[in-house]
């Protein structure tokens, strides 16, 4: 049973920064690009960043370009991402998804499974 | 990307069909058929109920359906069912890579 499971969210200060992280099991971790997602408080869902299934391909939203990285770790299966110079407007669930790709590796098709998230709440 | 255009919300009573729109644009939903659909309980995760316009993954039940006419996808439920009651949420590819929009999300309420 594929399981995802964010932790690291919290309380911080505009200009602060934190790291989520997401931790896989079920599948083959290695194989599947990952991404984060995030959604507001009663807003609809934003794609935020994705990572190749080596690590070595990352894609960024224009909104957070510059100031979050997205990265991983194959051999403990998990996902990062680390929020610098958070703003009020980063305010948000973050989820991690698994990413089905079609014509590559990374090229977004759907994600099939997702986490459960966690409130990023940036305020001061 | 501009978000894709859903509905705020629709309603139906049990048993009764409702179709949820979703509509794009010529760059995304209309150009690719990579759109899919995603149901939200209250404080739960999105989950996968459409992919591929029209693929249904295992486990999903049969009363849903989806299909798209121009820039235009629509999910349809059929038979519908109290725990059907949810936020949905359409995505589509958007043409580079990791381009994917989503809609601003319907609000399904069962009567």
């Known amino acids: 049973e594929v399981q995802l499971l964010e932790s690291g969210g919290g309380l911080v200060q505009p200009g602060g920064s934190l790291r989520l992280s997401c931790a896989a099991s079920?599948?083959?971790?290695?194989?599947?690009?990952m991404s984060w997602v995030r959604q507001a408080p009663g807003k609809g869902l934003e794609w935020v960043s994705a990572?190749?299934?080596?690590?070595?391909?990352?894609y960024y939203a224009d909104s957070v370009k510059g100031r979050f990285t997205i990265s991983r770790d194959n051999s403990k299966n998990t996902l990062y991402l680390q929020m610098n110079s958070l703003r009020a407007e980063d305010t948000a669930v973050y989820y991690c998804?698994?990413?089905?790709?079609?014509?590559?590796?990374?090229?977004?098709?759907?994600?099939?499974?997702w986490g459960q998230g966690t409130l990023v709440t940036v305020s001061s | 990307q501009s978000a894709l255009t859903q509905p705020r919300s629709v309603s139906g009573s049990p048993g009764q069909s409702v179709t949820i729109s979703c509509t794009g644009t010529?760059?995304?939903?209309?150009?690719?058929?990579?759109v899919s659909w995603y149901q939200q309980h209250p404080g739960k995760a999105p989950k996968l109920m459409i992919y591929?316009?029209?693929k249904r993954p295992s486990g999903v039940p049969d009363r849903f359906s989806g299909s798209k006419s121009g820039n235009t996808a629509s999910l349809t439920i059929s038979g519908l069912q109290a725990e059907d009651e949810a936020d949905y949420y359409c995505?589509?590819?958007?043409?580079?890579?990791?381009?994917?929009?989503f809609g601003g999300g319907t609000k399904l309420t069962v009567l």
């Open positions: 079920g599948f083959t971790f290695s194989s599947y690009a």
């Open positions: 998804a698994k990413v089905v790709p079609f014509g590559g590796v990374i090229v977004i098709d759907y994600f099939d499974y």
């Open positions: 591929d316009v029209s």
């Open positions: 995505c589509s590819y958007a043409g580079s890579y990791t381009d994917v929009v």
């Open positions: 990572i190749s299934g080596s690590g070595g391909s990352t």
């Open positions: 010529s760059s995304d939903v209309g150009g690719y058929n990579y």
